[in-house]
């Protein structure tokens, strides 16, 4: 098992909402100074950067995420959240956690180290 464990993900239906968990297991390795994403990727498609949190709450979201979904952090659990609404049906995709200490470009999948396994979401109609 890896350093980051992702949860929360499942099947939804067009317009609900899930709440997305990532949880550092390992502090030693990653801690409340690192950078945290969350990123996603579906079925042929390329990765792409969802929302991202630094150290000091300090977020980013990409365009597909503006509006719908919230990033917040809980530094004493080592946890960071995805709080997704309106979801829709192209938001179907794996959803990936990663940390890295030093990130220059927040929604950059080569600015992180650390990646969790991931966690499916599937958007119905």
């Known amino acids: 098992q890896g350093l980051l464990a992702e949860s929360g993900g499942g099947p939804v239906q067009s317009g609900g909402s899930l709440r997305l968990s990532c949880t550092a297991s390992d502090s030693e390795y990653i801690d409340s100074k690192d950078y945290m994403g969350w990123f996603r990727q579906a079925p042929g498609q390329e990765r792409e950067g969802v929302a991202a949190?630094?150290?000091?709450?300090?977020?980013t979201y990409g365009d597909s995420a503006k509006g719908r979904f919230t990033i917040s952090r809980d530094n004493a659990k080592n946890t960071v959240y995805l709080q997704m609404t309106s979801l829709k049906p192209e938001d179907t995709a794996m959803y990936f956690c990663?940390?890295?200490?030093?990130?220059?470009?927040?929604?950059?999948?080569?600015?992180?180290?650390?990646w969790g396994q991931g966690t499916q979401v599937t958007v119905s109609s």
């Open positions: 949190i630094a150290s000091d709450g300090t977020t």
């Open positions: 990663a940390a890295d200490p030093d990130v220059r470009l927040p929604l950059d999948d080569d600015d992180y180290y650390y």
